[in-house]
């Protein structure tokens, strides 16, 4: 093993300033994903309680600073597990620990800026929207007579009807944000290694747990060959950081959820504890492990001299995150070389350890007692409606044929002049990325039209997808009335 083949000063496009070390072009990076516009967004974007006024509640700015914070704490006990064994040289990794560190704090605070408006909801309105909609329109601006290339059936539409996070993350960071990432900071994000047109492995597969989930899209399908070609990672494999962002995200989320839920009087500190309780024999019992009080423990070691509700929360966080975390670190080590290549199949936190079932017990909390209240829910369904509404009200773009979609795009006089508004209203970000993608296609003439069209969709699920919650209520509300 040498982290010195997996942490590089390579980045997809030259950079304006050379001669930088590994740690000063990690340090680069920093100051590339800090200062973005994607992280910005993140203020004003769901984490659990839709448009959430109390600044205290989580919003996905906030829980990404705790995911950057103990992502930071964990590779910090890795590094000095590995340097107390005498390992970091051999390891190529001495000199270069703070580099290791940047890499996994940026993409733990990038993890979540592909999350779209209302979180899963959503997701789930796009796809929605896509499935029912996508192949109309695509056949309408097509043309009926016209022979449709097998790629649009194979991957393209498929690709279209998939819209994911991690994926959207990716997207934005490389084609819409163009933050000239190092290759090392770009496969730190890739959480998934599956195509999103690909089929999901079935339970049991070799790579069942790493493609579970969508990682890219079709559109930065060439990226991801050559960051994965430079930093010899196997296909389908990961690159090792991941793991430590992915045991910082689960740690963060899972205690935060029921915090806030706490705050907003959700739960009360009695009805928690009888929950965690129920919840911990349910899980050990799933597990065919012995119910311990392991968990237990934690929580009445959290209520001691009747804490107040911020003191119980104080408390547990504190123990429960050093467990989790050190146990993170002993997993990271004890499978250092399956990590390193990528291969291991499953998160930090699993196992089937007591940490992993304190884990679970306290994201099924969480999904059967607080995702489901009306304040949560209500919400949702108001974002499902809007981006559903919104895409409709878009949807005139998608319907036109590429030729009269082009004179709308270079500003000529056009016919079509709802199509011709709608399109002023997008980001002109995430239009200078279709002409750039659009301008070097190749390929048959139905080809190139059937790719011109999928690009034209991701246009619009760029700039539908990167609204705030807010924005697309305001939107929604300003367009309907029209």
Known sequence: MDYRTKITCRRQRPTTVEGRDIVEETESNRGRVIQSAAVRRL????????????????????HSLEVQQTGRFI????????KEQDELEQLGLEGIETAFTNLVEMSCLLHDVGNPPFGHFGEAAINDWMKKNGKDCFLKAFGHERTVPPLYETTLMPDLECFEGNAQGL??????????????????????????WQAKPEAGDYFHYRQ???GFYFSEEPLIEMVWD?????????????????????????????EDAVDKGILTLKQLKVLLQEEWEEQCQRAEMPCSSYLAEIVDKSMEDNATAHLFITRFRTILVKELVDYAVQRYCQHHQSIFDGSLDEPLIDGGSEQHLALLTLKWVARKHVFCQPEVETPELRGYAALMGLMGIYQPLLELSQEDFRVITSGETSPHFIAKRLYHRLSTKHKEAYCEAVASLTGSAEEVRALEWYYRCRLLIDYLSGMTDNFVLDEYQCMSAI
């Open 43 to 62: 203020q004003q974007k769901t984490q659990v309680y839709p448009l959430e006024t109390n600044a205290a509640v989580r919003s996905r700015l906030t």
């Open 75 to 82: 590779s910090r006990k890795i590094l000095a597990s590995l």
């Open 212 to 214: 579970k989930k969508p």
């Open 171 to 196: 997207r934005i960071i490389h084609s819409l944000q163009k933050l000239n990432l190092t290759c090392s900071q770009v496969a730190a994000l890739v959480k998934y290694t599956r195509a999103s």
């Open 230 to 258: 430079h930093l010899k990672i196997s296909k389908g494999n990961r690159y090792p950081l991941v793991y430590i962002m992915e045991a910082a995200d689960d740690i963060a989320y899972c205690i935060a959820d029921i």
